[in-house]
């Protein structure tokens, strides 16, 4: 059985509350609402767990119009299984996680039969809100097919990386283990193992962070419109930005770590180890000097990850710059204009 | 800390007793306190009026700079707390945050710094205690609350929001020199 992800949810409103919120509701990055309701304090391990249950909006409805109790949304199969977070860890977002991932048998926490929204302290809001934000990229000068299809892709690959490494930053003990397994199954000889990796790394994550093509219009000037998560789009964008400032400097790392990489027969290979120690240090260094420069990823954790395979960690750190560089170029010709601002859809 | 018992008072389970001579005055004003706070929401707006009755309050507890908020206003009549066990002390309505727990996210600190009470309706069919042990089924609440402290409150008890008309719930911030367990007019169970 395919394992589930986990997602993540904004706060919307309390339903129920009695000294502490008991009954919430919340909305995932794709707008989906989700009941949460507070479960036995010691029923797991979190500190303050909630049980989790994604709903339809007509079944959310239901519910309201005191059509349905709360433990008949609960048992709704037609929306997926309940997820568990810990609000005592809820920041701007919780973290939802399966609820088979941290309890047994989680239908021993569903409500008891007979819980009415006429139980509600507070008023229903009918309220939503907007996780994913439109990002329009100004375009200008020629394009060909191609450079579109250039530009998506390395956006795209940025975009998964900064998301996946967003949630390392989140959640390290859980996360990290799986960035290492995935670093590890590719052979990183060429560019098949780039692509298969970001490909990864985005289906990891496709489920809470979508990046999709909203709009694109060909005209010259023109522009490309896309949506995903403020952050991640943020810091692409930061990233290009920046990128024009250290260019020549990092240009003359990569090409240093490639030449270390040549000359120890690790580039065309799959190796995960250098040939001695002192190649290890020189590789290492610059890797870490590509990834620090580029002032967008937390290096310990890709390093983390990455810890037994110096290898793969240096071609990664290699990847990430010429994706960076590659849109960075398109900005730089004057093709691309960064947004001025995110706007809600 | 001290401890009151009310071994007089019989613990009733189910009870439909109805205190009619009490309540029928206290339902009144709650009604009036209900209509009056009806925009008293949990979030609510903290420039919207003047600080009207709770100027002169004195709280019991530390609470937040403009809190209660403007709405509040003094509660009076029979109310119900939820308390684990027949027998309570004299902190038995002390609010979360007193209790030295951190305010939890997305909870307004001034509504964490209050003591909820559950409406004591005796228009509920099945009488004002099936109203609490309708709201009660919530599966934290049942899990530890187990029993409903039946207390009456005289306006110097301190003051109250009602979210809406039809709340079962009033955030309560108790006035100082308030005395909870001397307001107690029974326990009863829940089960």
Known sequence: MRKRPKMRASFIQTLVYYDEPLLALLQNRKGT????YAMDENATDLKDPYLAKPVSKPLLDAYI??????????????TGEPYIFDWAEFDNEALLYPAEQITDDYTQFYPEPGFFSRNHTEPFLNRSIASLVKHAYR???????ADFSRFYAKLADLYAIFSYLGELRRDKSIVSNGLSSTVSRYPWQGGGSYLGFFREVAAESREDYPLQVSRIQYASPGQIEVKGVQDSLTQIDNLITHFGSVKADLSHTYRELRSILERDGALGSDALTFSNGAITAMALSRADTILEEMRAFDVEIIRDACSDKPVPYAKL?????RRGLDLHRFHAEGRVQLPEGPSTH | MSVVDFPQHRIVRRSRRAKRDI?????????VAGRRLLRGALNFDRHSSKRGDVLNF???EALPTECPPDKAAPLSGLFVRLVEGPIVDATFCDSFSAMGKVAKANVDPCVWAACSLIVYDEEWPGGPIARVVDFAKQRRLIQYKKFGAIIRLSPEA?????STEDSPHYSFWMAYGFQPATAVQDIVSLL
Do not use: C
């Open chain 1, 65 to 78: 119009q005191q059509k349905a109790d709360l433990n008949f949304v609960m048992r709704d199969k037609r």
């Open chain 2, 58 to 60: 004195a709280p019991k």
């Open chain 2, 23 to 31: 309540s029928i005055t206290s339902l009144e004003n709650q009604h």
């Open chain 1, 317 to 321: 750190a290699m990847a990430i710059y």
């Open chain 1, 139 to 145: 375009i200008d000068g020629r394009w060909s097919a």
């Open chain 2, 158 to 162: 301190g003051v109250g929001i009602r």
């Open chain 1, 33 to 36: 609402y989700i009941l949460a």
